[in-house]
């Protein structure tokens, strides 16, 4: 899907940043997002509330994070910029600090995880990977 289908189809606000993985070299942008289903439209009650889904951006043009150090960052909101971007503004949860994450890219596809995501992966405490 196109970046602006993704802002308008997903609402992240409340939800958690996990991980973040961005591979230079095949120009890829990888987010791990503990999403509010709740938030979602198509949310049916007695499902899960929150789970992690995986975000992948494909042939990123460009990729801007002011801060590389995370923990669980509560993604305040997220909006189409002017050229096509995609912007998160983050909030740090330990001191309620913000900043902002900018992703452009051809397209983004979304992945609901398993609910052993976590476990599985030893993700007790979020991480960014920069892969040249």
Same mark, same amino acid.
């Given at each position: 899907?196109?970046?602006? $289908? +993704?802002?308008?189809?997903? =609402?992240?606000? $409340? *939800? *958690? ?16 997002? #503990? &999403?509010? +289903?709740?938030?979602? *439209? ?14 992948? +951006? ?5 990729? =801007? ?10 993604? +305040?909101?997220?909006?189409? &910029? ?12 330990? $001191? ?25 992966? #030893? &993700? ?7 892969? *040249?």
């Amino acid at each position: 899907m196109k970046i602006k $289908d +993704f802002v308008n189809n997903y =609402q992240l606000h $409340d *939800s *958690s940043l996990v991980k973040v993985d961005y591979d230079q070299s095949s120009q890829k942008v990888t987010l791990i997002i #503990d &999403l509010c +289903f709740y938030e979602q *439209s198509d949310y049916v009650a007695g499902e899960p509330e929150t789970g992690p889904v995986k975000v992948t +951006f494909n042939k990123v043009s460009i990729f =801007q994070w002011e801060d590389k150090e995370i923990y669980f960052e509560t993604i +305040f909101e997220h909006k189409l &910029l002017k050229d096509g971007s995609v912007s998160f503004l983050l909030i740090k949860e330990d $001191d309620g600090a913000g900043y902002e994450l900018v992703v452009k890219a051809e397209d983004v596809s979304v992945e609901k995880l398993s609910d052993n995501y976590y476990e599985e992966n #030893d &993700l007790d405490e979020p991480k960014f990977e920069f892969t *040249s």
